[in-house]
């Protein structure tokens, strides 16, 4: 497969911001050929360079989440700093952020201020409540979206206190809002030739997912609740056992798949039982059909029991983790584990680039770079800053060049 520049390339992003939301954006607009030039604080960057797990001190997160990025530092709380960002913004497409609503305007970064340096520049804005509203200007992580969105209502047992999934789903919902308001707006300044601002709420990228939760409620007086692993009268579909301890998922729900997992069982005749037939019936017994179910898988193996699904067309799965989609040849086939070699030579596997473009296939991601590798190289071709200047910038902690 030939390997090119990716579909989005041509496009400058300025990354401002830290953390998940607004980086993890940076991140797949990078996986998309967008050049991205990653603004980090002079004195230790990105908070996300020492989050999670980390090796020889730096985050085995960093590698993927600043991939394809430019580490460009400079002081933002400065003047001298401010300045040099509005002179970047000027030659960008699109500037990214994910500060504290109000925070851009105090620093003169906010939208008045860029589009006139460049009124092409879209400017995407990432946090917790949206730049507008009564608690616009609340600080708001991703896990206070997830519970205002409503899905931490819905996740978990019924018995139990609401939980949330192990990975950060809110920030992550708002970073592909994010990219797709961004290709939007893009998109429309094809045909009008302005930018715009494009604005992400963290609880409004959660609450977007919540199918049709308000109208159950609203007119339908059904509050969707925490029902654990399975959804209410959608049967069979649930996580089976199996003889070898594994965990498989099974979703035969669809009146027609369900008659191919009784044939699979060799139980063809529960296929036309009245309490099975169809959907709704099925859903009412759902606790008897799937104890049916797990007797049968309980007595295989993972790996009979996925044969049996697949020689009958049953949609099916094991509970993946890390280490089996390392070694699951299917994600090694769609080039969906890349290996990122960090600076200390260790080469980090990580997901690759979803999704997946017939023609314009990026190039493999690169690993994220150390704090300020590109300040010099981006300051003088973009901003103009000559030597003179470097060395005064320099000196005065107003920007920082990661060391040769």
Same mark, same amino acid.
Request: a negative charge.
């Given at each position: 497969m030939t390997k090119t520049a990716g579909p989005l390339s041509g496009l400058r992003v300025l990354e401002l911001g830290s953390f998940i939301a607004g980086p993890f954006a940076g991140q797949l607009l990078g996986d998309y050929g967008a050049e991205v030039l990653k603004v980090e604080s002079t004195g230790a960057g990105d908070s996300m360079r020492r989050w999670g797990v980390t090796v020889d001190g730096e985050s085995l997160w960093w590698p993927s989440i600043a991939r394809n990025k430019k580490s460009v530092a400079i002081d933002l709380r400065r003047p001298e700093g401010q300045d040099l960002v509005r002179k970047l913004a000027a030659e960008a497409d699109i500037v990214l952020e994910n500060f504290r609503p109000g925070t851009l305007a105090k620093w003169g970064l906010d939208y008045p201020a860029l589009s006139e340096v460049n009124p092409r520049v879209i400017l995407v804005h990432v946090s917790g409540f949206g730049q507008t509203g009564p608690r616009s200007g609340d600080a708001g992580f991703g896990s206070v979206g997830e519970a205002m969105g409503g899905i931490r209502h819905t996740t978990g047992n019924p018995d139990l206190p609401p939980t949330r999934s192990g990975v950060s789903l809110g920030d992550s919902l708002a970073a592909l809002f994010a990219v797709i308001g961004t290709l939007a707006a893009v998109h429309? *300044?094809?045909?009008?030739?302005?930018?715009?601002?494009? /604005?992400?709420?963290?609880?409004?990228?959660?609450?977007?997912?919540?199918?049709? $939760?308000?109208?159950?409620?609203?007119?339908?007086?059904?509050?969707?609740?925490? $029902?654990?692993?399975?959804? &209410?009268?959608? +049967?069979?579909?649930?996580? =089976?056992? $199996?003889?070898?301890?594994?965990?498989?998922?099974?979703?035969?729900?669809?009146?027609?798949?369900?008659? *191919?997992?009784?044939?699979? !069982?060799?139980?063809?005749? #529960?296929?036309?039982?009245?309490?099975? +037939?169809?959907?709704?019936? *099925?859903?009412?017994?759902?606790?008897?059909?799937?104890?049916?179910?797990?007797?049968? $898988?309980? +007595?295989?193996?993972? /790996?009979?029991? #996925? %044969?049996?699904?697949?020689?009958?067309?049953?949609?099916?799965?094991?509970? =993946?983790?890390?280490?089996? !989609?390392?070694?699951? &040849?299917? =994600?090694?086939?769609? /080039? !969906?584990?890349?290996?990122?070699?960090?600076?200390?030579?260790?080469?980090?596997?990580?997901?690759?680039?979803?999704? %997946?473009?017939?023609?314009?296939?990026?190039?493999?991601?690169?690993?994220?770079?150390?704090?300020?590798?590109?300040?010099?190289?981006?300051?003088?071709?973009? +901003?103009g800053i000559d030597e003179s200047r470097w060395a005064d910038l320099e000196s005065t902690g107003v920007a920082f060049q990661a060391p040769s």
């Amino acid at each position: 497969m030939t390997k090119t520049a990716g579909p989005l390339s041509g496009l400058r992003v300025l990354e401002l911001g830290s953390f998940i939301a607004g980086p993890f954006a940076g991140q797949l607009l990078g996986d998309y050929g967008a050049e991205v030039l990653k603004v980090e604080s002079t004195g230790a960057g990105d908070s996300m360079r020492r989050w999670g797990v980390t090796v020889d001190g730096e985050s085995l997160w960093w590698p993927s989440i600043a991939r394809n990025k430019k580490s460009v530092a400079i002081d933002l709380r400065r003047p001298e700093g401010q300045d040099l960002v509005r002179k970047l913004a000027a030659e960008a497409d699109i500037v990214l952020e994910n500060f504290r609503p109000g925070t851009l305007a105090k620093w003169g970064l906010d939208y008045p201020a860029l589009s006139e340096v460049n009124p092409r520049v879209i400017l995407v804005h990432v946090s917790g409540f949206g730049q507008t509203g009564p608690r616009s200007g609340d600080a708001g992580f991703g896990s206070v979206g997830e519970a205002m969105g409503g899905i931490r209502h819905t996740t978990g047992n019924p018995d139990l206190p609401p939980t949330r999934s192990g990975v950060s789903l809110g920030d992550s919902l708002a970073a592909l809002f994010a990219v797709i308001g961004t290709l939007a707006a893009v998109h429309e *300044r094809s045909v009008s030739g302005r930018g715009q601002e494009v /604005d992400v709420a963290i609880y409004e990228a959660v609450a977007a997912l919540m199918e049709s $939760t308000m109208a159950d409620h609203a007119i339908g007086g059904v509050t969707r609740g925490r $029902t654990g692993s399975v959804l &209410p009268k959608v +049967a069979p579909s649930n996580v =089976y056992p $199996t003889s070898d301890g594994a965990e498989v998922l099974i979703a035969a729900n669809a009146d027609t798949v369900f008659r *191919r997992l009784c044939v699979a !069982m060799g139980r063809p005749e #529960l296929a036309d039982d009245p309490k099975f +037939a169809e959907h709704g019936p *099925r859903g009412d017994n759902m606790a008897e059909i799937d104890a049916v179910i797990g007797a049968w $898988t309980r +007595a295989m193996t993972a /790996d009979e029991l #996925l %044969k049996a699904m697949e020689d009958n067309g049953v949609p099916a799965g094991r509970i =993946y983790t890390a280490a089996d !989609m390392l070694a699951d &040849p299917h =994600y090694a086939a769609r /080039d !969906m584990v890349v290996e990122l070699v960090n600076r200390f030579g260790t080469a980090v596997p990580a997901t690759g680039v979803v999704p %997946k473009f017939s023609r314009t296939t990026p190039q493999t991601p690169v690993p994220g770079p150390i704090l300020g590798d590109h300040t010099r190289q981006v300051l003088a071709e973009l +901003a103009g800053i000559d030597e003179s200047r470097w060395a005064d910038l320099e000196s005065t902690g107003v920007a920082f060049q990661a060391p040769s």
